[in-house]
């Protein structure tokens, strides 16, 4: 299984990006349970920002509300994060979170090789 994640980069304080990362497994069909965005910032432990569950349902960590959007494409197996009024505590290294299983398998958990987000002030 194999999460690809885009959309980091450099931005200013105030500034707008939007993250996205697809989950694939080469020559098998991937079944895609519980969805996330998890990031880590310079010295700190890594925290949940934001998870959507199979039905759709949302959670976004108390710092992000009102600011954080996270939804799912599951025809394509991918979720995104639209990320408006960004600040510099939100600089961190971005993790996309998959629970999935392959054919005949038990549900595990997977991780995306993180994309930087940078807020300047």
């Known amino acids: 299984v194999q999460l690809q994640a885009f959309g980091g980069g450099l931005v200013q304080s105030g500034g707008s990006l939007r993250l996205s990362c697809v989950a694939s497994?080469?020559?098998?069909?991937?079944?895609?349970?519980?969805m996330g965005w998890y990031r880590q910032a310079p010295g700190k432990e890594r925290e949940l920002v934001a998870g959507?569950?199979?039905?759709?349902?949302?959670v976004h960590v108390d710092s992000v509300k009102g600011r954080f959007t996270i939804s799912r494409d599951n025809d394509k197996n991918t979720v995104y994060l639209e990320m408006n009024n960004l600040k510099p505590e939100d600089t961190a290294v971005y993790y996309c979170?998959?629970?999935?299983?392959?054919?005949?398998?038990?549900?595990?958990?997977?991780w995306g090789q993180g994309t930087l987000v940078t807020v300047s002030s």
């Open positions: 497994a080469s020559g098998s069909i991937l079944t895609v349970y519980d």
């Open positions: 979170n998959v629970k999935a299983a392959l054919p005949g398998r038990e549900r595990n958990n997977y």
């Open positions: 959507i569950l199979g039905g759709g349902d949302t």
